[in-house]
């Protein structure tokens, strides 16, 4: 879930160490992620909850003057219709995307923010011509534009200062020609020196909303608070004017407050102790709000009709966003649906049907784009995008959807992309299509499969996926089995785990296999217990109840104690048949003489404890770095098994991934059953991957096996085979740490089989893995990479063995002890000294090594 290794590996970085193994520099230099500009920790969150995302259905709206039409942003582009009516017409085109639209009081204007060339800048749109004037070019991100009553002013939030959230105003400057000036930031740049940790220290400003005489606005900040995006704060509308807070609520990122045109009420989206986002309604003076909307679904962006009667807002009870418009009194609801659309440039239709060989429908992963990497999607299809691009490939992050087998999408008229997907073991499809103005074309599409795995006992899934998160969408278990089917997995562990307060997915949790659950598909909901200090950890196959507290170290909470930490759960997890592993490990490489910050990050001390079953050497990580640690590890005698875990939200629409972009197979029969699957994680009978698909053995022995060998020298047989869906540039074998044998790839680098000989004189271990020196889409990865678990070597009876990589731990745990020393989270002095304790007892492993 929180994609760093929380505050022990986000602070376990320094100078390089002598690693057990080489690292070829950098390899996804190329791939970066969007909107860099915003200098702002968990940029993941950010961007999906705050930043506008191009969703299939509409994300957000303003009212005309007169109450009678709406704008919104549908798809990236700006659509306008009349309630009532439905017939949508759209207002933008082109080779950007288009958000956030406010209406001008006059009538005659809208501003809103345009993604383009890198950045989101604010842009006029002259409803009777349809020219677009720019309003900002600072190659900032800026964001929510709001129009002051008398149309004189346009309060907007932008990144430009510093890279923080910060409000400002443009106004007119008529004397100078000009039609609006200079912004002017309203807000004061404040260090808090709290300790936030989905936060910057730096306090934020957002969503600002004008009051009806235009004299004051209201804001969102964090200011004061540790947790959460903030409350809602009142100043008045000039350079640094007093703030006074109003209220505090956690929020996150999504409140979006509007002021009734009275001026007595706030109308703004709330979770306020349960589970999704409702609208809920408080006075201009704060007091006590209450829910104007009830369900399990988020409704989000309000916006007060002109006469203060109606308020339109975005839902996702269906799961895709939908506008409606709810009635004030009476709260009778009308949804704004455009069932017909008229383009504003030429267009074409384009059906798509993916079969197999035998002309079966396929569900798969499909990416349609114009040269200019502008993407298209189905109406009714969920539309995502990646995080992160290579900016001399293409002008936007990668955008995709899934299909059942057969997709109908509008497009503009001209040459289209197809790229399809349907996981490691199927053929990557790759097209250019024409699609003339006004016609159908229907392309059929063959999936050539690479290998057909499931036929010989293996079975792909997924460790670590979180269904709901506080995406745009509303998943469900039949939604995610689609997602998955569409991917080709065939394992998904949903991961309930807390987004600060609430626990999005905690009614869908059960013990048993989800009803969707098939016999070639597994949906199963599991845990990630979510600790702020001592690392994440994944927790598959509980036997009897979800874990609570669900985390740990959170400042100025009940839970702000360091006494619950993962090895006190990995005893509770394992007490109910559960397997536990630690998550989405590194993306920087670790140097525990390294003093310069505190260090809590607890994997070791586990894995010396026997607390861990295994390891997500695959994750949102960098996986090469992640083999490092988990070598040392393994030179150490420990018997850690290779799991992979994508830490997918698939109801984002901007995510690095959907379920399955890394995924562990497992060995566990021709049956797919879940505790076979889970005994044959446990014992490291897997492979990891992105694409590559990867077999190894070894004296005849399979991955997870142990060989035993009587003293002096041998040599074993080691048969190597390769097939991948991208090219890749490394194949290699590790044994102990260190590359023993690299096998040539010739041709397209998609295939390779071979048997060598590797001479063995001390006991060890081996394994396989291949990897690319760049990003190949559409791996929506940093690399394409596979690893095999370890084959084992006993030589004489001795057990594996380094007293390097011993003393490289000691020191990690001597940091622990350290940080643990000095902090003063504890309830009791008891608590801390069972903590060292416990450390103490996991140095001590490493010292007798």
Known sequence: MDRRCVIGVALLVGAQHAAPLPITPRLYAQRQPVLQQVDLPHAYYWREMYVPQATSGPSSATWSPDGSELIYSMQGTLWRQRIGSPTATQLTSGPVYDYQPDWSPDGRTVVFARYARDAIELELLDLASGNVTPLTA????????????????????????????????????????????????????????????????????????????????????????????????RMEARPGAAMRELRYEE????????????????????????????????????????????????ATAPRWSHDGTRIAYIS??????????????????????????????????????????????????????????????????????????????????????????????????????????????????????????????????????????????????????????GGAYRNTPAHLAFQARAEDLHVVENLIVNKEQRIPDIAYFRTDADPVSTPTFLLRHAQEFHTSVWGHMGVLGLGSHYLLPEYAGYPNTAASS????????????????????YVHPFDTKPDPADTTA???????????????????????????????????????????????????????????????????FVQSGTKLDHRSWLRGLKAGRTFVSNAPLLEFSLAGRAVGDEIMLSAGRHRLSARIAMRSNVPLDHLEVI???????????????????????????????????????????????????????????????????????????????????????????????????????????????????
Not at 417 to 423: C, S
Not at 570 to 581: C, I, M, P, R, T
Not at 603 to 612: F, Q, R, S, T
């Open 138 to 233: 600072n190659h900032a991100v800026n964001l929510e534009p709001r129009w002051s009553p008398d149309g004189s002013r346009i309060a907007f939030v932008s990144s430009v200062y510093n890279g923080r959230w910060h409000i400002h105003v443009l106004s007119h400057e008529v004397a100078k020609d000009l039609l609006f000036g200079e912004p002017v930031r309203l807000t004061e740049d404040n260090e808090s020196n709290l300790p936030r940790y989905y936060y910057s220290r730096w306090d934020h400003y957002l969503s600002p909303t004008w009051s009806p005489d235009g004299k004051e606005i209201i804001l969102v900040s964090n200011r004061g608070h540790i947790h959460g995006t903030g409350g809602f704060w």
């Open 251 to 298: 929020t996150t990122w999504k409140a979006r407050p509007d002021w009734s045109p009275d001026g007595t009420r706030v109308i703004y989206s709330s979770y306020l102790g349960r589970q999704w986002n409702q609208l809920w309604l408080m006075t201009s003076e704060g007091g006590d709000p209450f829910p104007l909307t009830y369900g399990e679904f988020d």
């Open 316 to 469: 996702n009870e269906s799961g895709n966003t939908s506008l409606w418009v709810i009635e004030l009194p009476g709260a009778q609801k009308r949804r704004v649906e455009a069932r017909e659309r008229r383009y504003r440039e030429p267009t074409g239709t384009l059906r798509l049907d993916v079969v197999d060989r035998a002309g079966r429908p396929l569900a798969a992963r499909i990416s349609v784009t114009t040269a200019e990497g502008r993407g298209y999607t189905p109406d009714d299809a969920w539309r995502h995008a990646d995080e992160a691009f290579d900016r001399s490939e293409r002008q936007f992050e990668y955008p995709y959807f899934h299909s059942s087998g057969s997709s109908e999408l509008t497009v503009a008229a001209g040459t289209v992309h197809l790229e399809v997907w349907r996981g490691p073991e199927y053929r990557v499809y790759r097209a250019d299509v024409n699609v003339p103005t006004g016609r159908r074309i229907t392309r059929r599409i063959v999936l050539e499969r690479v290998d057909n795995l499931p036929g010989r006992g293996w079975w792909s899934g997924d460790v670590h996926v979180h269904m709901n998160y």
């Open 562 to 581: 360091l006494a619950l930490t993962n090895a006190v759960v990995a005893d509770l997890a394992h007490a109910q048949g559960a397997l536990v592993g």
């Open 598 to 664: 505190p260090l809590f990050y607890e994997l070791p001390v586990d894995v010396a404890l026997g607390k861990v079953d295994y390891l997500e050497v695959m994750g949102y990580s960098d996986h090469l770095i992640t083999s490092e640690i988990w070598y040392r590890l393994l030179n150490c005698g420990f018997r850690l098994p290779a799991a992979a875990g994508t830490d997918a939200f698939p109801n984002f629409a901007s995510l690095r991934g959907p379920p399955g972009l890394v995924r562990v």
């Open 735 to 849: 044994g102990n740490g260190k590359v023993v044998a690299t096998i040539a790839l010739r041709g397209d680098r998609t295939r390779a089989t071979d048997t060598i000989s590797i001479p063995v004189t001390a006991s060890g271990w081996y394994l396989l893995r291949a990897y690319s020196d760049r990003a190949e889409m559409p791996v929506l990865d940093l690399y394409p990479f596979a690893s095999t678990s370890p084959i084992y070597v006993r030589v004489a009876g001795q057990p594996v063995r380094s007293a390097e990589d011993a003393a490289f731990f000691v020191k990690w745990i001597e940091r622990v002890e350290a940080g643990t020393r000095a902090s003063t989270l504890w309830n009791t002095p008891a608590e801390q000294a069972d903590v060292l304790r416990k450390l103490r007892e996991a140095r001590a492993v490493f010292e007798a090594l």
